[in-house]
């Protein structure tokens, strides 16, 4: 039997985004069991950036898929409650942690210096580092997925990010490989940002929220059949490719 949280997860209506994705994903779920490439994707609000070539597209599939549902639940509690943007991020993680094992998490306060233009790359990769040190290889990752944003072959990321309530809210996911234990990490920071442009920060705080999570692959096989039933085709209206 599911548990209650569960139960409301896989009962959720999915909230769609405008944003249409311009391949359907079947390319990870017609070879989920077959070794990469997997590629940099908008997942719902969060753009997630893979940074290991031994992840398979079932691995990467049930990142995606779990990642989606954590995030319908806390826009749903989001959407009907009116909370607070911290409410979603406990929402998020809380769900979150049906399929993941939470091994740190960190908030940090961080402000803007008047109504300029931010380098994002540069702000996620300083925060991220704030939490925990990166590979020179995983600066690359982040540099290259996030500017790509800019590129006209990507929509444009203020129609990606959609705030819906007073403040904004996206993500930025690494993930990776471990060849030691054979697990999937998952380490993701959570913006909540001053309505506005995207790439645009004021000098009002933003609050970052970094989780370092550990595919449950146990607990995933047996919630596997129901979330990809329930997510269905609206995957291909939440999931984006990026082309770096």
């Known amino acids: ?5 569960a139960a409301f997860v896989l009962g959720l209506t999915v909230v769609t985004s405008p944003v249409r994705s311009q391949k359907t994903n079947q390319f990870l779920r017609s070879a ?21 070539t031994d992840i398979t597209r079932r691995q990467y599939q049930d990142v995606v898929d779990s990642t989606l549902l954590a995030q319908l639940a806390a826009d749903k509690q989001l959407l009907d409650n009116k909370t607070a943007a911290s409410e979603w991020h406990n929402v998020y993680i809380r769900t979150a942690n049906l399929y993941w094992v939470t091994f740190r998490s960190v908030s940090i306060s961080t402000s803007g210096q008047g109504a300029t233009t931010a ?69 993701v920071g959570t913006y909540h940002y001053s309505p506005g442009l995207f790439f645009s920060w004021t000098s009002s705080s933003n609050v970052f929220e970094y989780d ?17 039933e329930e997510l269905g085709n609206k995957v291909n209206e939440l999931v984006k490719e990026i082309h770096v």
Do not use: H, W
């Open 212 to 228: 370092k999570l550990v595919l449950n692959e146990g607990i995933v096989k047996k919630l596997r059949a129901a979330a990809t």
């Open 1 to 5: 039997m599911l548990s209650p949280v």
């Open 119 to 187: 380098n994002l790359a540069e702000l996620v990769i300083e925060n991220m580092e704030k939490s925990e040190a990166l590979a020179r290889a995983e600066v690359t990752s982040i540099e290259e997925t996030l500017t790509a944003l800019r590129q006209p072959s990507n929509a444009s990321p203020n129609s990606m990010f959609i705030a819906r309530s007073e403040q904004g809210i996206f993500q930025v996911a690494l993930v990776s490989y471990s060849n030691d234990d054979g697990q999937i990490l998952l380490r």
């Open 32 to 52: 989920e069991r077959e070794p990469g490439p997997v590629v940099p994707l908008v997942v719902g609000r969060c753009i997630l950036v893979p940074i290991s």
